[in-house]
């Protein structure tokens, strides 16, 4: 009785199967096409303004289109009024590296190594400021120092601003590559053969972990150089960086002036962006952390 | 369990410079804020700002703004990354890169590309004369800051969706398929539900960037009521350091809720990338 039911049940089932497999076949390629379209769209949306603002900042002048002539006059009158912004922005941003290299390494290492309660909280903390608004980091650092007029209307009121944005990027990066190599089987050998802790550090972690801190790196490049959201709030009219420059010049000077500012700015993350595409780091900086860590802790510790 | 190559002083040692920056320079700052929006009776003041009609339309336009921006980059990226991920084609990888370019402009450029698109020189513009003889011009409102949101935010989901995708086992979707399944059925039951923890994730970290976000406002227009942009005319305008500082908690609340909610249905750690 209920095979025959199921005989029955499984008949018409392939009997829809097979009606369905005919139009099917004709709907698959229509949604095919339809995901054709929505790629080649997205490309269009993404790519074509870039190309645009580059053209528009080599143009004479970009209303009556690029048969005005194409020039260089807007790229060097943007160099001649904004070369300050250029290298503060690169002195703000090796600053902040090179901080976020000297405390950061070690606190992803610890980080990786401990997986203790304390040390999650740790993690936790640590990535507050990223998860939280910018505006949120920038207001409280002006309640709390703004008045300390030294600190204040220095480049060093920025630097700090990027480095508690940025050194999440660094210690995730780092902990993710500690997180996936067995480091504490390299350390305990190195131990038993008499290393002291600081030769483990340099000899063992440091080259271990270097791929997570070339990506650190790089990520905190990239993300000092285009800060916005916290700079804005943070700078003085003697500390313009280039974003807040952009920001300026997107404001009040004519289109071309902003668009050659913009060829600037393209110019300076060129480098690292081809530089992460290259190494394979992840831009957004989460998928070190996302997958690496976790696979980590699920399989049990070896001891 | 106990490490004989790491003892605690270590530890300690090597976390506590980062520590102390993120104590002086954040959490210490963040106190003073807190302080600060309480205003020596945080409970009438907090009810003052909760109750305030301007503030709260203003929180609700950029929650509504930050979820329409999440769910048109989450459908979007999946229809593009499943393709993406799984199809061979010439250029794949220059196209690749050049999508991922996108990911490390500051929110003031992203205002401007949308400015390139749909400003008053605008590319759209000029199509749209051509094409209608009227001139379409949607760059300095909250729709082209659904717009920059969305060149923001695709790049990073496209990211997570094709890396998720390419993790599918692509035998269930034959099976499915050989079952009679019909494309939409396989995409709801079988590929979606494989996707969507990291799916969640990607979207936490759009909704979370999308309501902090205020280079690109600031760019488009200075009169957008969003949360970030009341905020600063609270701040630099008006000089309500109270308000500013009150406001300020409540996005970041609301914003540290979403990504934990997020966390806690992923288990990965989420954090926004502004």
């Known amino acids: ?303 | 369990m106990h490490d004989i190559t790491f003892p605690l002083r270590w530890r300690i040692a090597l976390i506590a410079p980062a520590l102390a920056v993120f104590a002086a320079f954040w959490l210490l700052p963040m106190g003073m804020l807190v302080q600060v929006s309480a205003d020596g009776h945080a409970f009438d003041t907090y009810r003052a700002l909760l109750a305030n009609g301007r503030y709260m339309r203003s929180l609700g336009a950029t929650v509504v703004l930050s979820a329409a921006v999440t769910l048109a980059t989450l459908a979007l990226s999946v229809i593009s990354g499943l393709l993406l991920a799984r199809r061979e084609f010439f250029g794949k990888r220059t196209l690749l890169a050049l999508l991922t370019f996108p990911l490390a402009f500051p929110g003031v450029v992203v205002g401007f590309m949308v400015i390139m698109l749909a400003g008053r020189q605008g590319l759209i513009g000029a199509l749209s004369l051509r094409l209608t003889g009227d001139k379409w011009v949607f760059a300095y409102s909250m729709t082209g800051l659904f717009f920059g949101y969305l060149y923001f935010s695709i790049p990073r989901v496209i990211v997570t969706v094709m890396a998720s995708a390419t993790k599918l086992d692509r035998s269930l979707e034959e099976a499915a398929r050989s079952l009679g399944a019909s494309p939409w059925q396989i995409m709801r039951d079988i590929v979606l539900p494989a996707l969507s923890p990291g799916l969640i994730a990607a979207g936490a970290v759009c909704f979370a960037t999308a309501m902090g976000a205020f280079g690109t406002a600031f760019t488009l227009a200075t009169d957008i009521d969003v949360l970030p942009m009341t905020i600063y005319t609270e701040f630099t305008l008006n000089a309500n350091m109270v308000t500013a500082a009150g406001l300020t908690i409540v996005l970041g609340v609301v914003t540290w809720l979403v990504l934990a909610v997020a966390r806690n249905v992923t288990g990965s750690a989420v954090a926004a990338t502004a």
């Not at chain 1, 700090?160 to 305990?188: C, I, K, N, Q, Y």
Request: aromatic share 8%; glycine share 8%.
């Open chain 1, 1 to 303: 009785m209920s095979t025959m039911l199921e005989t029955r049940t499984e008949a018409s089932a392939m009997r829809r199967a097979m009606l369905r497999v005919k139009d099917g076949f004709s709907l698959r390629h229509l949604l095919a096409a339809g995901q054709w379209a929505v790629t080649l769209l997205i490309c269009a949306f993404l790519i074509v303004p870039v190309v645009m603002s580059i053209l528009a900042g080599l143009t004479v002048n970009y209303f009556r289109g690029v048969s005005s002539g194409l020039t260089l006059q807007w790229l060097e009158q943007v160099w001649t009024q904004y070369h300050d912004s250029v290298f503060l922005s690169l002195e703000i941003a090796a600053a902040t590296l090179i901080i976020t290299l000297i405390i950061g390494v070690p606190a992803g290492y610890v980080l990786a190594r401990s997986k203790t309660r304390a040390s999650r909280i740790v993690e936790e903390l640590l990535v507050l400021p990223i998860a939280l608004p910018g505006l949120a980091s920038a207001l409280a650092l002006l309640v709390l120092y703004g008045g300390i007029t030294a600190f204040r209307t220095s480049a060093a009121f920025i630097v700090v601003g990027h480095v508690v944005f940025t050194l999440p990027f660094m210690v995730r990066a780092v902990a993710a590559v500690a997180a996936s190599t067995d480091l504490r089987t390299l350390e305990e050998g190195a131990a038993s053969l008499g290393a002291t802790f600081w030769q483990r550090f340099t000899t063992i972690v440091v080259p271990n972990v270097r791929p997570g801190i070339v990506a650190g790196a790089l990520a905190v490049l990239t993300l000092s150089i285009g800060e916005f959201n916290l700079t804005w709030m943070l700078h003085t009219p003697d500390t313009k960086t280039l974003p807040v420059g952009l920001a300026d010049t997107y404001a009040s000077l004519r289109i071309e002036v902003g668009s050659a500012y913009t060829i600037v700015f393209f110019i300076m993350t060129m480098p690292l962006l081809v530089a992460m595409q290259w190494l394979g780091v992840d831009a957004t900086g989460q998928r070190g952390l996302g997958n690496k860590p976790r696979r980590q802790r699920k399989t049990p510790s070896a001891s």
